[in-house]
């Protein structure tokens, strides 16, 4: 069976000794850009490797970026093969903040083409939770051939965003937190405010009080209650930096609702451009 949306921590632990699974920690802050290393050498599901979100899975930022690029992706198929993944491999990725960091190597795996990459549910928190157990060692690593078939068809472009809102096919929702998207508050960025049009939808919505995402069913009809008439493939999904974004776009998919699309310069680029207008309220 393969995982390509959530896994529970007990079908993880099940295989977490199997030679055709590779884990990956990315629990992160953008508080404190090391913490998240630190944790993992504090203690991390065994075998698991760590991927850092601003050196493994985000390029250096530029004067036209956001705060959190897409990656070089050749360097990043280059560390995934030295990171033990191949094309048959199932990948496990999890955080300690409701898969808000994980979602974005999720995502980048599924525009590499790889299908079978799961967020583990309710992260390493479930993972404790749980009792299973805990690991200070780095694991053994065997390199091997990771070959990509990039679908860049997955995000868009804010030239592309631009259009689609000018004409109307498509619909932003934004994964930021409500005070940010009215802009009555941003702690990140210069400009506070939010895209022309946006609707808003924080990611942590898409969690119970336990962490975990809720059913289906659930999600589903709170999607499909928001987005109304539009087709999921007409969903470009938003944030701060391209990264939260990803969360309602794996909530989306695990509802069923499959094909919606990221924004990947969200709102740190998109005010990065002076004539490009911003919303508040």
């Given at each position: 069976?393969?995982y390509n949306?959530?896994?529970?921590a007990?079908e993880?632990n099940?295989?977490?000794d199997d030679?055709?699974?590779?884990i990956?920690?990315?629990?992160?802050?953008?508080?404190n850009t090391?913490?998240g290393?630190?944790a993992?050498r504090h203690?991390?599901?065994?075998?698991a490797?760590?991927?850092?979100?601003?050196?493994?899975?985000c390029?250096?930022?530029?004067?036209?970026t956001g705060r959190?690029?897409?990656?070089?992706?050749?360097?990043?198929v280059?560390?995934?093969?030295?990171?033990?993944?191949?094309?048959?491999?199932q990948?496990?990725?999890?955080?300690?903040?409701?898969?808000?960091?994980?979602?974005?190597m999720?995502?980048l795996?599924r525009?590499l083409?790889?299908e079978?990459?799961?967020?583990?549910?309710?992260?390493?928190?479930?993972?404790?939770?749980?009792?299973?157990?805990?690991?200070?060692?780095?694991?053994?690593?065997?390199?091997?051939?990771f070959r990509?078939?990039?679908n860049?068809?997955l995000?868009?472009?804010?030239?592309?965003?631009e259009?689609?809102?000018?004409?109307?096919?498509?619909?932003?929702?934004?994964?930021?937190?409500?005070?940010?998207?009215?802009g009555e508050q941003?702690?990140?960025?210069p400009?506070?405010?939010?895209?022309p049009?946006?609707l808003n939808?924080?990611?942590?919505l898409?969690l119970?009080?336990s962490?975990?995402?809720?059913?289906?069913e659930?999600?589903?009809?709170q999607f499909q209650?928001?987005?109304g008439n539009?087709?999921?493939?007409?969903?470009?999904h938003?944030?701060?930096s391209?990264?939260?974004a990803?969360?309602n776009l794996?909530?989306?998919?695990?509802?069923?609702?499959?094909?919606?699309k990221?924004?990947?310069g969200?709102?740190?680029?998109?005010i990065?451009?002076k004539?490009?207008?911003v919303?508040?309220g």
């Amino acid at each position: 069976m393969a995982y390509n949306t959530l896994i529970s921590a007990s079908e993880l632990n099940a295989h977490c000794d199997d030679n055709h699974w590779v884990i990956f920690d990315c629990r992160f802050s953008l508080a404190n850009t090391e913490q998240g290393a630190t944790a993992y050498r504090h203690g991390h599901i065994p075998q698991a490797r760590y991927a850092h979100l601003d050196k493994d899975l985000c390029a250096a930022i530029t004067t036209f970026t956001g705060r959190h690029p897409l990656p070089n992706f050749a360097q990043l198929v280059k560390k995934l093969g030295d990171w033990g993944v191949g094309n048959h491999t199932q990948v496990v990725v999890y955080d300690d903040a409701g898969g808000a960091f994980a979602g974005r190597m999720w995502w980048l795996l599924r525009c590499l083409g790889h299908e079978k990459v799961a967020v583990l549910n309710g992260g390493f928190p479930a993972w404790i939770k749980h009792g299973y157990a805990v690991s200070t060692h780095l694991p053994t690593v065997k390199a091997t051939a990771f070959r990509a078939y990039l679908n860049d068809s997955l995000w868009l472009s804010a030239r592309e965003v631009e259009n689609g809102l000018a004409q109307r096919t498509i619909t932003v929702i934004d994964a930021r937190t409500p005070e940010r998207y009215r802009g009555e508050q941003e702690p990140i960025d210069p400009i506070a405010g939010h895209i022309p049009y946006a609707l808003n939808r924080p990611f942590q919505l898409n969690l119970d009080r336990s962490g975990l995402f809720l059913a289906a069913e659930s999600l589903r009809q709170q999607f499909q209650q928001l987005i109304g008439n539009r087709l999921p493939s007409q969903v470009v999904h938003s944030c701060g930096s391209g990264v939260t974004a990803c969360h309602n776009l794996l909530a989306m998919e695990v509802a069923g609702l499959t094909g919606s699309k990221l924004y990947a310069g969200s709102w740190s680029e998109w005010i990065r451009d002076k004539n490009r207008t911003v919303a508040r309220g």
